[in-house]
């Protein structure tokens, strides 16, 4: 990211975490920001299939979940992106998108940015009313997106996730930024991209 004058405001990688319950928007969010910020974008689906192509070690057991529609373990997730954060089309920053969703993961992530010689950034959290998610979900049109269902969803979401969201938000050195989604995609990205801003600003003032 570059301040008005051209010169980089933010010299270490940007490494951000969207963090949000199925239908917030963290997908497009994500890209959109990936874009704009000049960084890499990393979705677990896309991780997952990238080992699975390349048939790695770790591809090869993510496979046998996937393909049995078990969850794959959170020890498997965090190798998945281990090895896909090794390329080096990462090393300028990224944004994640659908990982960590758990405390163990988020440690995951931790340690193998450290052993990168990078740090996360922020976690921006996404917040919808459920109302609305609903709503957006149910408009999609899959077989899968029926009120209930989504209700289903959206229980196990928070029932998983908020102990995560309260890691975060009791861990000191890493900022939990909650940014309202219930708007259109261009204003939900203006918001988070303001909030960043302000957030490296503040980092550069101290």
């Known amino acids: 990211m570059e301040t008005t004058d051209g010169r980089r405001a933010h010299t270490a990688p940007l490494v951000l975490v969207l963090f949000g319950a199925p239908g917030v928007g963290k997908g497009t969010q994500a ?11 990393l979705s677990t689906g896309d991780a997952f ?4 192509a390349a048939q790695t070690e770790v591809g090869k ?10 969850l794959v373990p959170d020890e498997l997730v965090s190798q ?7 390329k080096p ?43 609305v998610i609903i709503d957006r ?25 908020a102990p995560l969201l309260h890691y975060y938000q009791t861990h ?18 203006q918001r988070i991209l303001s909030a960043i801003k302000s957030r490296i600003h503040s980092d550069a003032q101290q």
């Open 31 to 41: 890209q959109i920001l990936a874009e704009k910020l000049g960084i890499a974008h």
């Open 49 to 52: 299939r990238k080992a699975i």
């Open 61 to 70: 057991q993510v496979q046998r979940y996937v393909e049995s529609g078990a």
């Open 80 to 86: 998945t992106v281990a090895e896909e954060l090794q």
């Open 89 to 131: 089309q990462y090393r300028s920053g990224v944004v994640l998108d659908g990982f960590p969703r758990t405390i163990a993961q988020a440690q995951a992530l931790e340690k193998m940015l450290r052993n990168l010689g990078m740090s996360l950034t922020a976690v921006i959290n996404l917040v919808v009313p459920e109302e």
């Open 137 to 161: 979900l149910v408009k999609r049109g899959r077989k899968d997106d029926q009120p209930e269902i989504i209700r289903h969803r959206l229980e196990i979401y928070h029932k998983e996730t």
């Open 172 to 189: 000191s050195t890493i900022p939990v930024i909650t940014i309202d989604g219930n708007a259109d995609i261009d204003t939900v990205n």
